[in-house]
């Protein structure tokens, strides 16, 4: 698995799943640029690689916007000269509502990010990879698109779209060499998921687990990251419009 030389560009970098993919996408040799909402968190990650190659790079922006989506790829592309991997880690998880309870404001929201700004930065890239010769697109999904848990219509209904259009996109761009994929993560041990669990009485009200070597268990982020670096590699030269699961088995028990 070679990711020595690849330039990436990675949304939600500053925290959680993002930030662990790249940091462990920087020490397989690949190039980073970062963006987020979390700017503090992200400078605060680029500066503790600043100086070393390859480089990890940050730029805070909203990707909910248009504009920010433009010249976050645009700065991507100037620092390091084209693109080869987009991975698509931003993302928000409102709970605790059944459906006649989601407000507009929340259920916007939450198509914004997790589903319009993956469409943005992809319609943004896809020209820019095809420039490059093909390559590799990564949108972290859940395992919320396949089986759920009460009180999340909005994040439950992004996850399931989310998949769909990594489905479409690969069948679309196959002829430019470029491979999209999704991941279905099951819980993760970012601040996102923690809150998550916290607000619903605790892992084990959910049947989960921090323990290690236990299926339905809670995964590092490194875990994921490992995940994202494989399907961006050359390794996974033949893996396109898959749903990867890895979610430590989650979806596989039976409740």
Known sequence: MTLSGKRVFITGAATGIGRATSEYLLTQGARVFG??????EGRQLAAR????MPELLFREADLTQERAVQEAVSGA???????????????VYPT?????????????????????AIFRVCRAALPLLRQAGGGSVVNVASVHADATVPG????????????????????????DSI????????????RMTL?????????????LS?????IARIADPREIATAIGFLISDAASFVTGSAMQVDGGLLARLL
Not at 210 to 214: G, I
């Open 35 to 40: 963006t987020g909402l979390d700017g503090e």
């Open 49 to 52: 690689y600043a100086g070393q």
């Open 77 to 91: 592309v100037a620092r390091m000269g084209g693109l080869d991997a987009v991975v698509n880690c931003a993302g």
């Open 96 to 116: 605790g509502k059944r459906l006649e309870d989601v407000s507009d404001a929340d259920w916007d929201r939450t198509i914004a990010v997790n589903l319009t």
């Open 152 to 175: 999340v219509p909005a994040y439950a209904a992004t996850k399931a779209a989310v998949v769909g259009l990594s489905r479409q996109l690969a069948l679309d761009y196959a002829v």
């Open 179 to 190: 491979r999209v994929n999704a991941v279905l993560v099951g819980s993760v041990a970012t």
């Open 195 to 207: 809150d998550g669990l916290e607000a619903a009485g605790g892992a084990e009200a959910l049947g």
């Open 210 to 214: 921090f323990a290690l070597n236990k």
